[in-house]
């Protein structure tokens, strides 16, 4: 088997793995703050589960274009161990935290040490042949996000039974030996750049920004974590008025909402990522951005269970098409030697989404309604389609530049 294609694939059951562990217990920290740490006022809890499900994203936002940097200097794959064995104590210790605010100092810790996922991505593509970018990224993105959205599944069977604690040390269990595994079955063939194409963090910033079409990508990528993240904090709490007074197992249903949209992306994203090598992943971007928008709105009017999952499957599949088509445009917009400072400038935006959607969402959620937070979150949606138009498919873009890079 090619290199680049088993590392592709050894990354892809890693990062699944990595992911089902990561988001096994934090769609569930409104019932974890309450439960171990005796808040109950409904404002506070939701105050508190934004805060410290965006704190992770804060840190990482910060440093995301140093250890792309130095990922660019001296290879992707020391980046990924770098952050898969440190993330694993930091995790692990999560479990033993005896305050909100040391709770809180340690996901700030995690995001500090963190940046498996854009130093995996730059990995595969500096690596996979560009005519089968579209395909490669589609694939790896589909197993983190299925990972991300199936992890509460798992989450919600073992809260009942060793409890939200035990569930970091687990977590942190599972991070250790994943990043074991791609210790010795990743390889990479790292060829130090030349000396005049290393630049400093503020000359890449320069460059980088220079360029109208990575502006628009890395926008896209706020907005689609944003999507991803603003209804997380207060899903239970949504699912648990659907179900009524005497509903129960609200963190198992809320595992099945999310599993649901984790299976439609399995599903889409790969072939989503074909569509794009070979009509334009600009196209697929900007049709995924719209149905996304669209699919939102009816999710603030259900009134079951059922009618939220058969919406969020829906959405999984749209969801499938937006981050594999920013992951290709972004590679094929960048020189090989830039490729993992790019993707770790997209990684501060991808923790600028993360960190603002629960921390909004909550907001909006507690002082306005639920509801309020999907319609919300599908006009941002439709207004970055408006824009992904305009940078890709207006005279005026055709009639620049590419790139600015």
């Not at 404002?43 to 130095?70: C, D, K, Q, R, Y």
């Not at 509903?247 to 569509?275: D, E, S």
């Not at 002082?367 to 005279?395: D, E």
Request: glycine share 10%; hydrophobic share 55%.
């Amino acid at each position: 088997m090619e290199t680049w294609r088993r590392n592709l694939y050894v990354l892809c059951g890693c990062l699944f793995f990595v992911m089902v562990a990561m988001s096994m217990v934090m769609p569930f920290l409104p019932l974890y703050i309450q439960k171990d740490f005796g808040i109950d006022d409904p404002h506070e809890v939701t105050m508190w589960a934004g805060i410290i499900f965006g704190a992770n994203f804060l840190t990482a936002g910060l440093v995301s274009p140093i250890w792309g940097n130095l990922a660019d200097k001296h290879g992707r794959k020391i980046m990924i161990l770098r952050s898969g064995f440190f993330m694993s104590i930091t995790v692990a210790l999560t479990g033993f935290a005896g305050s909100l605010w040391q709770l809180l100092a340690l996901r700030l810790i995690n995001g500090l040490v963190g940046g498996i996922i854009p130093a995996s991505t730059a990995l595969v593509a500096s690596s996979v042949p560009k005519e089968k970018i579209g395909w490669a990224q589609g694939l790896l993105q589909s197993f983190i996000t299925a990972g991300t959205i199936m992890g509460p599944l798992f989450g919600g069977f073992l809260a009942d039974y060793i409890g939200f604690r035990m569930i970091f040390v687990f977590t942190g269990s599972v991070l250790f030996l994943a990043t074991l595994v791609i210790t010795f079955a990743v390889h990479e063939k790292f060829t130090p750049p030349e000396k005049r194409n290393q630049s400093s963090l503020r000359e890449d910033f320069h460059m980088i920004f220079s360029s109208k079409q990575l502006q628009a990508l890395f926008f896209v990528t706020v907005m689609i974590q944003f999507a991803l993240f603003s209804i997380v904090p207060v899903l239970p709490i949504y699912i648990s008025q659907l179900l009524g007074p005497e509903g129960t197992k609200v963190a198992l249903w809320a595992g099945i909402v999310q599993a649901a949209m984790g299976i439609a992306n399995v599903a889409a994203a790969p072939r989503l990522g074909q569509l794009g090598d070979r009509f334009g992943s600009q196209k697929v971007l900007l049709g995924s951005l719209l149905v996304a928008g669209i699919l939102f709105i009816p999710q603030g009017f259900v009134n079951a269970v059922w009618q939220l999952v058969l919406l969020r499957f829906l959405l999984g599949l749209s969801l499938g098409g937006l981050l594999p088509s920013v992951n290709a445009l972004l590679r094929r917009a960048t020189p090989t030697h830039m490729i993992s400072r790019v993707y770790g400038y997209n990684n501060s935006f991808v923790s600028i989404g993360s960190m603002l959607g629960p921390m909004i969402g909550g907001f909006v959620a507690g002082y306005i309604s639920i509801s309020g937070v999907f319609w919300m979150t599908s006009a941002f949606l439709l207004i970055n389609a408006g824009w992904v138009y305009y940078t890709f498919f207006s005279k005026r873009s055709v009639q620049e530049p590419a790139s600015g890079i």
